[in-house]
């Protein structure tokens, strides 16, 4: 079938007008050859010359053969200028979708371009060069501002390398003088890094929470980067260029400044590996400690461990190949570098333990802080093996921490029942009474027997509450009793009425606690009568203040001469 020159390979296109154009070589050769056997034939005969018009036989031939070659000029500029579509130079696209538009114009004439005819393919082909000069313009202006937007030699030297990827012939020349630029950036950079060496070498600047060692050696090898990297690009990209002159002046000032900034960083390497062996007291001391002033534990946590740990993950990131790397990092490193999210949660879980500890220790009432020192010395004790044996390279965290958590859930268990039952049964109960209303005095002034009445009836309904109130604070303080005998095995001791001296001992502190509620029941009566008087204090200070009558009684004056007598007298 027919296939216009758009719709095959460019590769065939091409194979084909060399097809063309070797044929009308071959065509011309052979032409030329006959000719001249014609003529020597012509002359040895003396016969007329041979007289054949060339052009008339091969004008038009020879016309398809140039609109052939613009044809192919044209296929690969565009498969040259391709490579933008394909970049993944930023930015670059907008001027690729350019290149692309004029190419899709280009191929929709709808005139044949294979006709020599068509004069109008000269003048397209005439606006296609034209606009890929435009094309080219762009590409140089785009250049110059990926350029001016770098701030380093090494990242021009690697946008110059992908600039040359691009193998667009007329950039070479631009090219050529972005490296002149570089070396000269290149130069103010090494001196700039001497200065920074010189000003901050006995406290550089360090990233923030990196420990000192490794901030330092991490800081002297991006200063070392920063010389070496362009240095090394530029032998790669331009051999020649350390053979000149000024370039043997720059070289040496490098190395020069190279050998300074690598002693210091062999320095530092040597003081990290010394400082290795420092985690080893703290990777062999004991989970706990204990306060001597005052009794608290507190989590046995070596500040050098963590920071082992992180100088190995920056030490490691800055390691040139993995020979430094098994230099630099020794087995104690990578094993601190690998467990350290483990030590971190054993660190947070004990955190938890010794809080959880110390809040329940301290929200014991003084009253019961003798009769459950034996659920807190249980506690005690499955602590002490984080305080003797428990260390933090041990292998049996786990049990530790199942036996203590058991131990402290128990005590949790026990002093919830006991602050239940003392805040909700004891506590409001006592406070209640402290509240209760024994007199209600009357409104109105009533007599004698009237308000003995009312009294007495208040007195005898409080009186009731108030016993049912004692009776049972009487029985929460026997449960609670109940309770701490079951928990120190003793229930059954109390009622065989064992008399060994652990027996003695928490009989004495149940009397205590008898003791100390008794009294608090007395002092609750004590504040219920107070609050009565008070009561009837303010009410009749309320009632003259108010401006009516504060009369309390009404009284019968008698007239017995020659006496007069009160009903009912002043000493009733």
């Known amino acids: 079938g027919k296939y216009r020159v758009w719709e095959q390979e460019p590769s065939v296109i091409l194979r084909k007008v060399e097809q063309v154009e070797a044929l009308h070589q071959c065509y011309v050769k052979h032409f030329q050859q006959n000719k001249l056997k014609l003529q020597e034939a012509s002359q040895d005969t003396g016969q007329g010359e041979f007289e054949c018009s060339e052009m008339y036989i091969f004008g038009k031939l020879q016309s398809f053969c140039k609109r052939l070659q613009k044809i192919a000029d044209l296929i690969k500029k565009i498969q040259l200028y391709n490579v933008l579509t394909t970049s993944r130079i930023e930015g670059i696209d907008a001027i690729g979708a350019k290149f692309n538009g004029i190419v899709q114009n280009t191929k929709k004439r709808p005139y044949d371009i294979l006709d020599p005819r068509k004069l109008d393919f000269d003048k397209d082909f005439k606006k296609f060069e034209d606009d890929m000069h435009d094309i080219e313009d762009k590409i140089v202006v785009f250049m110059d501002s990926c350029f001016g937007k770098v701030r380093d030699s090494y990242n021009a030297l690697m946008l110059v390398n992908r600039f040359k990827e691009l193998q667009l012939p007329f950039l070479v020349h631009c090219l050529n003088d972005k490296y002149v630029k570089i070396v000269d950036d290149y130069e103010n950079e090494v001196e700039i890094v001497r200065k920074v060496y010189m000003r901050e070498k006995e406290s550089p600047s360090l990233a923030k929470n990196t420990p000192n060692i490794a901030g330092r050696i991490q800081w002297v090898r991006l200063l070392i980067s920063k010389v070496m990297d362009p ?279 149940i009397d205590e606690i008898f003791n100390h509620f008794r009294d608090r029941l007395r002092e609750s009566l004590v504040k219920c009568v107070k609050f009565n008087l008070d009561l009837v204090k303010k009410t009749c200070e309320r009632k003259q203040r108010s401006g009516f009558s504060s009369d309390m009684f009404i009284a019968n004056v008698n007239l017995a001469i020659p006496n007069v007598t009160l009903e009912p007298s002043l000493d009733r």
Not at 292 to 301: A, D, E, I, K
Not at 420 to 446: H, N, T
Request: with cysteine; proline share 3%; net charge negative.
């Open 231 to 509: 240095a090394t690009r530029l032998q790669q990209d331009v051999p020649t260029l350390f053979d000149s002159k000024v370039g043997k002046a720059l070289m040496k000032s490098v190395n020069k400044l190279l050998i300074i900034l690598t002693e210091y960083d062999q320095i530092w390497c040597q003081r990290w590996l010394n400082s290795i062996d420092d985690v080893r007291f703290g990777l062999n001391a004991t989970l706990l400690v204990r306060q001597q002033s005052t009794g608290r534990l507190f989590v046995n946590w070596d500040e050098k461990i963590p920071e082992i740990a992180e100088s190995t993950k920056v030490i490691r990131r800055n390691c040139r190949d993995e020979e430094e790397e098994a230099r630099l990092i020794p087995s104690l490193a990578k094993e601190v570098f690998s467990r350290i999210d483990y030590w971190k949660s054993v660190k947070d879980r004990l955190n938890v333990i010794v809080n959880k500890f110390e809040k329940l220790r301290l929200s014991v009432p003084v009253i019961f802080q003798e009769i459950t020192n034996p659920f807190i010395n249980k506690v005690n004790n499955e602590l002490r093996e984080g305080l003797l044996y428990v260390l933090w390279n041990s292998l049996n965290h786990q049990q530790f921490f199942g036996r203590v958590e058991k131990a402290i859930d128990e005590l949790e268990i026990i002093l919830s029942k006991v602050s239940d039952i003392k805040e909700a049964r004891i506590d409001s109960e006592l406070k209640k009474m402290s509240e209760e209303f024994i007199a209600d005095l009357p409104d109105q002034p009533s007599t004698l027997k009237q308000f003995i009445e009312k009294i007495t009836k208040g007195a005898a309904e409080a009186g009731s509450s108030l016993g049912k109130s004692s009776e049972k604070v009487r029985l929460a303080v026997l449960e609670l009793i109940k309770l701490f005998a079951k928990e120190n095995d003793m229930l059954i001791k109390l009622e065989e009425n064992d008399m060994t001296e652990s027996t003695e001992n928490f009989r004495l502190m």
